[in-house]
């Protein structure tokens, strides 16, 4: 069974700093997905990664894919109060059609 | 370009009461689904229909049924709600390409008491 594990699960930094999400997932993926869900919000679409080595960019964060790992990691660079949200990976299943999620980070930036 | 619609957006039931939650897509998406979340517990796949005429279970499905009613529609229904489908729902769609990202609708917060 696909099980996708993210950590930490709640961060709370402050402005300016740096710092990196992690997402693991237990069966073979090529596949990884990054969304953004605003407090009572739907979610958004920010980073398809869909091969080994994959790294994409917008503004402050980065993605990144490891699929020997079974690791992508969401990194967060110079932080600003507007990335407050909550971050989901998640992981497609075999036909593309079955997408699991992790739990989420619920991120808190502080001035 | 309204992208994906739910409705109802809020909805209070009793235990046992039916009901059924629409999701249309003006994107020409072959891919629909339904999603649940719950605290600490991120999205958890109720159903999905890859394509018109076609519904698959996901990882929760007890307790629901699905139509993919033409290629634009997709319901969820609960034919005896339970306080444990107490959640906000989703509706997404993706287009038919495999590894394509899903767009979700505002979602429905559901009170079973």
């Known amino acids: 069974e696909l099980k996708v594990e993210q950590n930490p699960l709640f961060l709370s930094m402050q402005e300016g700093k740096n710092y990196t999400i992690y997402c693991n997932y237990s069966?073979?993926?090529?596949?990884l997905y990054w969304y953004r869900q605003d407090p009572g919000k739907s979610l958004e679409s920010l980073f398809v990664l869909l091969s080994n080595g994959a790294v994409k960019q917008e503004g402050r964060l980065m993605a990144s894919l490891d699929t020997k790992a079974r690791l992508s990691t969401l990194h967060i660079t110079a932080a600003v109060h507007d990335l407050s949200a909550t971050y989901f990976c998640?992981?497609?299943?075999?036909?593309?059609?079955?997408?699991?999620f992790g739990a989420g980070t619920r991120l808190t930036v502080k001035p | 370009n309204a992208g994906v619609t739910q409705t109802p957006k809020f909805q209070v039931l009793k235990t046992g009461q039916s009901m059924t939650l629409q999701c249309a897509q003006d994107?020409?998406?072959?891919?629909m689904y339904w999603y649940r979340q719950d605290p600490g517990m991120g999205l958890r796949l109720i159903y999905y229909?890859?394509?018109?005429?076609?519904?698959d279970k996901g990882e929760v499905p007890n307790g629901y049924n699905v139509s993919r009613l033409n290629k634009r529609e997709f319901s969820l229904r609960l034919e005896s709600a339970a306080p444990s489908q107490t959640s906000v729902y989703f509706c997404a769609s993706s287009r038919p390409i495999g590894g394509e990202k899903l767009f979700f609708g505002s979602g429905t917060q559901l009170s079973v008491l």
């Open positions: 229909s890859a394509s018109e005429g076609t519904t």
């Open positions: 994107m020409n998406h072959n891919s």
């Open positions: 069966t073979t993926s090529d596949r």
């Open positions: 998640a992981v497609t299943l075999g036909n593309n059609n079955d997408m699991r």
